[in-house]
């Protein structure tokens, strides 16, 4: 982290997972022990039926509630789908985006680049995720397909908006899985997602601008991914389910920076 340029963003990502009533009970649970420094911005992404028990619960805090998908299409025949102005009207302030269980459904660079520019346009903030899988890693060949996804995702986004995306770098094999990249790895990966930032952009918006580790971070073993110097926070899948265990990964970014 570096909290002198950046900002450190502890972003939860519930997946399917709780009811609009299980919502309201965590959002209570959290609310009592939310710590009271403002040491960096929290978010919770939920699915959709349970944004507005969110936001609600939420309304006077420091949680910003966020989707875990959008519709980059304003409106129309999209069956089932979700249009960013949606979001922002029913209160949330992030979306993820290009989540690999999202990209494993089908979803293409090209749908991750179209939404992020949806997002931006509606004012919602977006948490771009990119990620190699094992095989990519084991080939050697994880700088080339992130460097690939930063450059498609981000095709068009103007340098007056880059600062405004959030860039999670989740290794797929990491997900859920309960193996963790080691900060070292972690760290490698983030430092290389910030250099094609600016080569794409400038010193100063890659300086700016937060990337977050995701991949079985948890209370154990989020202080020392946090201590790394471009590790600006985390995108939290389980552990966000358990409001003891998300509060203690902000707790873990309450830790001096470089
Ligand atoms: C995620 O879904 O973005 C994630 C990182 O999940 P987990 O923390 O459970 O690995």
Not at 82 to 98: E, P, R, S
Not at 130 to 151: D, F, P
Request: proline share 5%; hydrophobic share 40%; net charge neutral.
């Amino acid at each position: 982290m570096n909290r002198k340029y950046r900002k450190t963003v502890i972003a939860g990502n519930w997946k399917m997972n709780k009811t609009p009533s299980e919502t309201k009970e965590f959002m209570t649970q959290l609310k009592a022990i939310m710590p009271k420094g403002r040491w960096c911005d929290v978010a919770l992404c939920v699915p959709a039926v349970c944004i507005p028990a969110a936001v609600r619960a939420m309304r006077e805090t420091r949680v910003g509630i966020g989707a875990e998908n959008c519709n980059p299409n304003p409106s129309g025949a999209y069956t089932g789908e979700i249009a960013t102005n949606m979001l922002t009207d029913a209160g949330c302030k992030y979306v993820i985006i290009g989540h690999s269980e999202r990209r494993a459904m089908g979803e293409t660079d090209a749908d991750v680049n179209a939404k992020v520019l949806a997002a931006l346009d509606a004012g919602l903030i977006p948490i771009m995720c990119c990620g190699e899988s094992l095989e990519q890693r084991q080939n050697g060949v994880t700088a080339e397909w992130i460097t690939m996804q930063i450059k498609l995702g981000l095709k068009d986004v103007p340098e007056d908006k880059i600062r405004k995306v959030i860039i999670a770098y989740e290794p797929i094999w990491a997900i859920g899985t309960g193996l963790t990249a080691t900060p070292e790895q972690a760290e490698e990966v983030c430092e290389m997602i910030r250099s094609v930032v600016r080569k794409l952009y400038s010193s100063k918006n890659a300086r700016a601008i937060s990337i977050l580790y995701g991949g079985s971070m948890n209370e154990k073993n989020a202080f020392e991914l946090l201590a790394q110097p471009d590790i600006d926070g985390g995108l939290i899948g389980g552990a966000s389910l358990v409001p003891e265990k998300f509060v203690k990964i902000i707790e873990a970014a309450n830790q001096p920076t470089v």
